[in-house]
């Protein structure tokens, strides 16, 4: 079944990543893949936008279904695939229920990440304002704080949402991207912890971005957050 899969995928990218740990949680590996550059661009060539109109990644495809928006793909494996792998929705309700707010708090803290840590790459320079990084700093530490909160109140080696689920194959990678830009460890323990539990889970350590392989650590960027 994976190899009338495509994945059209960048390195580092939380979206690609998501999609990455689903397949592979989901035992669909053997899939077609192709890793791009957004540096050069890539997002926006002809083989991209022939599949995905918004020139994004990721982009997938699964026979002649393209399913482009990285929660969508998430959603769309598990649900073809349930009784493939890791159950990714939990059956109980109240887990299912929290399952699906954090999955889509996720959104909050990886539009409130990329505001801070690509704020010179999103803004051009004669837009930029002092004031509006401030509240942008701002912002993303009271998210932080929210989920540092969330992990107070779950039990030791828990996940967000009860058993390994799609809360966390969203959560995960903002984490990961968080602590790899320098997020204290004496500051936000729990979800240092978090980022510990999970890092060496086999379908995370597959899929994990290339680029930080090589760039153990990267910019500093959280280090006073």
């Not at 969508?72 to 890791?86: D, H, K, N, P, V």
């Not at 912002?139 to 009860?162: D, I």
């Not at 979800?191 to 350590?205: G, M, V």
């Amino acid at each position: 079944m994976a190899e009338s899969m495509t994945l059209l995928w960048c390195s580092g990218s939380p979206p690609c990543w998501r999609v990455m740990i689903t397949l592979e949680e989901k035992n669909l590996q053997g899939y077609h893949q192709k890793l791009l550059s957004f540096e050069n661009k890539e997002h926006k060539s002809e083989e991209v936008l022939a599949l995905n109109p918004r020139g994004q990644f990721p982009t997938f495809k699964h026979g002649d279904i393209i399913v482009n928006e990285s929660f969508a793909a998430c959603l769309y494996l598990e649900s073809q695939f349930e009784s493939q792998g890791t159950r990714l929705i939990p059956e109980n309700p109240k887990e299912q229920a929290l399952m699906y707010q954090r999955m889509l708090e996720g959104l909050n803290c990886y539009d409130k990440l990329n505001w801070v840590i690509y704020y010179e790459l999103m803004v051009p320079e004669d837009e930029r304002h002092e004031s509006a990084l401030k509240r942008h700093r701002e912002a993303l530490t009271t998210e932080l704080k929210l989920w540092e909160g969330y992990l107070q109140n779950v039990a030791e080696g828990s996940y967000l949402a009860g058993d390994f689920s799609l809360a966390d194959v969203i959560g995960f990678p903002n984490v990961a991207v968080a602590v790899f830009f320098g997020l204290s460890a004496e500051r936000y323990p729990k979800l240092t912890e978090y980022y510990n539990l999970l890092k060496d889970r086999p379908s995370i350590k597959t899929s994990w971005p290339p680029y930080w392989f090589e760039s153990k650590q990267g910019p500093e960027v959280l280090k006073d957050f």
